[in-house]
């Protein structure tokens, strides 16, 4: 359910109610605080469907009830306490709970796959938790190598090549190793997670029109056209570095995935294009992971106003994902 403070319970229960009306193969549960969902579904979204408790030792067979929302309870302190809207560090150890819980369930075969509600890292680092963000609790939770943010929609896929660092940092995490097992990781995906087997790759230029043959910076020449020429001689489909100014106007059509070089390349056109039904995916993971695109919202967090779509897309991809998985298994 995320940040108690902010809509990721809203949009947790809205959803939720999504699948049930709509008759979804789907069965969403809700790892949470059995108090506050109860509370934000009466108070603030003001659902009738009843809550089915479910016990985090339980099998799936024995725990999921339909028309419910179905809640497993992680709270370890009351949430009456929770101010929407704000920041309420006190909760970060419940919201790293909820995360770990949903792993073990996905590890463990008793989910497909989940999808994050958003969080706020500030008030995960003021309240002791491990990590300020999803991403890098994931990787340590299930002891993944190397794993990589991309962003889904209809419209556009874009992976990042470094994930949320500060921009004068950008340049020197980029390397050619790094580089290779972001795109290598992100090919993977695309063709066992999107079903596609021979995916067209662009990769975009760190620098202003990608560097200008060495006279704005010589990344592209040593690092990304170096990382490139390999995966071409290895019969990937993949083409650039590409200006990126330029390249969202309207050379993004052609491709099946984006490798951008850091947050803001890929986040500003893929957010002007697809910010409510957009969905983050956790590549290189053993587990499927997805989440909106926005963020906690605090500003409107309580106005029963928080738009789910990008967590119903969240939750479609995640399934889709799960099934598609078992397809790229089945061909092995």
Request: with cysteine.
């Amino acid at each position: 359910m995320g940040d108690p403070g902010g809509i990721g319970p809203e949009i947790s229960i809205k959803s939720s109610e999504y699948f049930m009306k709509f008759g979804s193969r789907i069965m969403p549960i809700i790892f949470g605080s059995l108090e506050h969902v109860s509370y934000i579904s009466k108070n603030i979204v003001k659902t009738s469907a009843p809550i089915n408790l479910i016990k985090p030792e339980s099998s799936f067979e024995c725990f999921y009830r339909n028309g419910c929302l179905n809640v497993v309870d992680l709270s370890s302190i009351s949430y009456k306490s929770v101010k929407l809207g704000r920041v309420n560090p006190e909760y970060a150890r419940d919201v790293e709970r909820f995360i770990t819980a949903a792993v073990d369930f996905s590890l463990k075969g008793k989910i497909a796959g989940f999808a994050t509600a958003p969080i706020n890292k500030a008030m995960m680092i003021r309240g002791g938790a491990r990590f300020g963000g999803h991403t890098e609790l994931l990787g340590y939770l299930t002891s993944s190598e190397y794993f990589a943010m991309l962003f889904y929609s209809r419209k556009i896929i874009t992976v990042l090549a470094t994930i949320h660092i500060p921009l004068k940092a950008v340049s020197a995490e980029i390397t050619i190793e790094s580089l290779r097992k972001t795109i290598g990781i992100s090919v993977n995906s695309m063709k066992m997670d999107f079903g596609k087997n021979n995916p067209s790759i662009a990769v975009l230029g760190l620098n202003p029109h990608a560097g200008e043959n060495g006279d704005i910076g010589i990344e592209e020449s040593d690092i990304i056209e170096y990382v490139i020429k390999e995966f071409r001689k290895e019969g990937v489909n993949i083409s650039g570095p590409f200006p990126a100014d330029s390249f969202f106007a309207k050379k993004y059509k052609m491709f099946d995935l984006i490798v951008s070089m850091y947050h803001d390349q890929a986040l500003i056109p893929f957010k002007l294009l697809s910010f409510d039904k957009g969905v983050n995916v956790t590549v290189g993971l053993k587990i499927i992971r997805t989440s909106p695109v926005h963020g906690t919202a605090y500003d409107i967090a309580g106005k029963s106003s928080a738009n789910c779509n990008s967590m119903i897309e969240s939750i479609k991809l995640a399934d889709d994902i799960s099934r598609n998985r078992h397809k790229w298994i089945e061909k092995l």
